[in-house]
């Protein structure tokens, strides 16, 4: 489920616990490690965890989702 296939997110500074999107199951990634899952990406919230102190610019999908709920409310 992946919309950045094969492209690097972002590289891990520190070591991060996560659950794997598909089997959801515990997975812990190590510093250096690339991320180009954006399921995986999503989950590692804390920017000191990313090289640069910078997380992700991550796609608005997620954030169009709700904008076009909360706007129902407008009827």
Do not use: F, Y
Not at 7 to 19: E, F, M, P, S, Y
Not at 20 to 32: E, K, M, S, W, Y
């Amino acid at each position: 489920m992946s919309t950045a296939q094969g492209k690097v997110l972002g590289t891990l500074a520190a070591a991060v616990h996560v659950l794997d999107p598909v089997a959801r199951i515990p997975v812990i990634l190590t510093p250096g490690t690339e991320v180009t899952e954006l399921d995986i990406a999503s989950q590692i919230t804390n920017p000191d965890c990313w090289q640069g102190n910078q997380a992700p610019v991550l796609g608005a999908e997620k954030k169009t989702g709700r904008k076009s709920a909360s706007t129902s409310d407008d009827d």
